[in-house]
């Protein structure tokens, strides 16, 4: 029998602690080999490598994001975690807020992870902050739309 108490103790550590000091391979401890990621304005994926490009990308466009959680809740296998989220964006502090629903295995491994807050107001922040743009661009995050038109010509 799982001891999921003492699970969740351990995903939320390594959540929090990747989001203290965030680098691509910051969860590389807590991900399964066959993870799936779903994320807003970052490409779904499967596997670690997936990650990792896309958490480059993302720390391309904003280098200094920290994660603080919130609050959180567990039950079984599922994690539901509260997220506020801090950068820089376009030389001026950006924050938002999002909930992650981690569904983790017995060992505490992360099998999917959706990620759910709105993109709007940071599409519309990057559109307002001029200085932003060219990060925004270089980081393969933007524009959304036409980065994915391309990914799909790539496979």
Do not use: C, Y
């Not at 995903?11 to 991900?31: C, N, Q, R, T």
């Not at 997220?83 to 807020?97: C, M, N, S």
């Amino acid at each position: 029998m799982t001891d999921w108490p003492v699970v969740h103790e351990r995903v939320l550590k390594l959540f929090a602690a990747g989001w203290d000091e965030p680098g691509p391979h910051s969860w590389d401890d807590l991900l399964d080999p066959d993870v799936e990621l779903i994320q807003p304005m970052l490409r779904d994926g499967r596997g670690p490598a997936s990650w990792w490009g896309e958490a480059e990308r993302l720390l391309q466009l904003l280098p200094d994001l920290r994660g603080d959680v919130l609050e959180w809740a567990g039950h079984d296998e599922t994690l539901f975690i509260h997220v506020r989220f801090r950068a820089t964006l376009g030389g001026e502090p950006f924050t938002w807020q999002a909930v992650d629903v981690l569904r983790v295995d017995n060992d505490g491994r992360l099998r999917r992870r959706e990620s759910f807050f709105d993109s709007a107001p940071l599409a519309r922040t990057v559109a307002l902050r001029p200085r932003a743009w060219a990060a925004w661009w270089r980081s393969g995050i933007a524009p959304l739309s036409v980065r994915r038109r391309m990914q799909r010509r790539r496979r």
